[in-house]
């Protein structure tokens, strides 16, 4: 028997469900379940990501929704590009179509009577209880449906007479020939990791800038290339930043919702104003922090919007003005420690990676130096010292002699 192929459709890395403003690692949802279920059933299983093509993918991508034995489609985020490529799966072919979702979707009314299997996520991971659970369900349904194929296109339960596209098993073959090769987007974005993990920025930005012929769209794309321009300083900081600021452009930062890009934005502007001492890098930045703060609830925008906060206010002349500003940096640290909290005791917790949890203690020791509240921030410390790693620490004892001198510059200034 010929191998069965499986075409996932699905969004790439990070993406958010605009409904709830949760961000949903896609990633994760593909490696932890999809993917494994699929591979143990015998199945050739990719994504769009994984398809080595030049040009516009729009032919390899169609010819893997028409020509692949099972299509599975994970709509958690509403993504149009998902939907609408379901809608071509469904047009044409009546069965070995499935859809599945994060369980707090909340669904479009067209969907609403459609059959869809529901997984939770918890952002960042999936608890391993939910991973056995609905791989089981997956893998038994599959399995299934592999033995007695069952419509589920909706336009072929209302139109049974309809006459559907086939092709012969040689046909559904060749759609392997451009999987899992070399040189997909797949590849390349991991190939970029590595290289800006290793600081090796040049070689990062060769290599997206190939992903981005690939994909000229691709959003992940173009924040990695941002940030990896601006990390690289070459020729120099500034310039790095601006062309940075420029990459991020076409995701139009002033309208977007998207945090990574609101996160970004914010970072390049803040080292704009840390290099060129204008307010209106300042003023940009906090707008862009700001917007992505109280849009994701996000502890990382949230700290450098404190940060920033204190900053203008040893900026400003106006006496009331810096208090305001003093006072809006205290009031999102107090924010900050119920989120982080509130993160530490959640039942994703233990699936989050080391680095990560050592960022939000970071995060929560630095609101609470913040405050003054220094014992409390001694206890951060001390309940994450075991995630930290050298540059945690130097980062941290970074940010704080900033934030003392900030602090310290606005008591001499506004305490008359």
């Not at 339960?157 to 309809?162: C, S």
């Not at 090796?200 to 959003?219: C, G, P």
């Not at 906090?286 to 404190?306: H, Q």
């Not at 790693?389 to 008591?411: A, C, M, R, V």
Request: charged share 25%.
């Amino acid at each position: 028997m010929a191998e069965l192929t499986c075409f996932v459709i699905i969004g790439f890395g990070k993406k958010m469900d605009y409904s709830s403003g949760r961000m949903i690692d896609l990633d994760k949802t593909y490696e932890y379940i999809i993917e494994p279920v699929f591979k143990e059933l015998g199945f050739l299983c990719f994504r769009a990501c994984d398809i080595k093509h030049s040009g516009v993918i729009d032919v390899p991508m169609y010819e893997n929704i028409l020509k692949a034995d099972f299509v599975l489609a994970d709509i958690s985020t509403l993504n149009p590009n998902v939907l609408y490529e379901l809608g071509v799966r469904h047009a044409v072919k009546k069965n070995t179509t499935l859809i599945i979702s994060e369980k707090g979707l909340k669904y479009p009314f067209d969907l609403s009577h459609i059959l869809i299997d529901h997984y939770e996520h918890l952002g960042n991971a999936i608890d391993y209880g939910e991973v056995e659970r609905f791989r089981s369900l997956l893998n038994e349904k599959v399995s299934k449906l592999i033995k007695e194929p069952a419509i589920d296109s909706p336009l072929y339960t209302l139109f049974p007479q309809l006459n559907i596209p086939s092709f012969t098993r040689q046909e559904i073959e060749e759609i392997k020939g451009n999987i899992d090769e070399d040189g997909s987007l797949s590849d390349l974005m991991n190939e970029a990791e590595e290289a800006k993990n290793n600081k090796d920025y040049v070689k990062a930005i060769e290599v997206l800038n190939k992903a981005k012929d690939l994909n000229q769209d691709n959003i992940l794309v173009i924040q990695r290339l941002a940030l990896a321009t601006y990390k690289s300083q070459i020729p120099n900081a500034i310039d790095a930043l601006f062309r940075a600021q420029l990459i991020l452009n076409e995701l139009q930062p002033d309208f977007t919702v998207d945090l990574e890009t609101l996160g970004l934005s914010g970072a390049i502007n803040k080292r704009l104003f840390e290099e060129l001492s204008e307010n209106e890098f300042l003023n940009n930045s906090l707008r862009f922090y700001e917007k992505g703060f109280y849009i994701g609830n996000d502890y990382y925008n949230g700290i450098n919007l404190a940060y920033l906060f204190n900053t203008r206010a040893v900026n400003q002349e106006d006496k009331f003005e810096a208090t305001a500003d003093f006072g809006n940096a205290m009031r999102i640290r107090r924010q900050i420690i119920k989120l982080c909290r509130k993160i530490i005791t959640s039942k994703g917790w233990s699936e989050r990676d080391n680095d990560d949890k050592g960022w939000v203690y970071l995060t929560l020791a630095e609101a609470y130096f913040g405050l003054n509240l220094l014992d409390e921030e001694k206890e951060a410390l001390q309940e994450g010292i075991s995630f930290f790693k050298p540059f945690h620490t130097n980062s941290y004892d970074e940010q704080k002699s900033k934030l003392s001198e900030l602090i310290q510059t606005f008591n001499d200034k506004f305490s008359q």
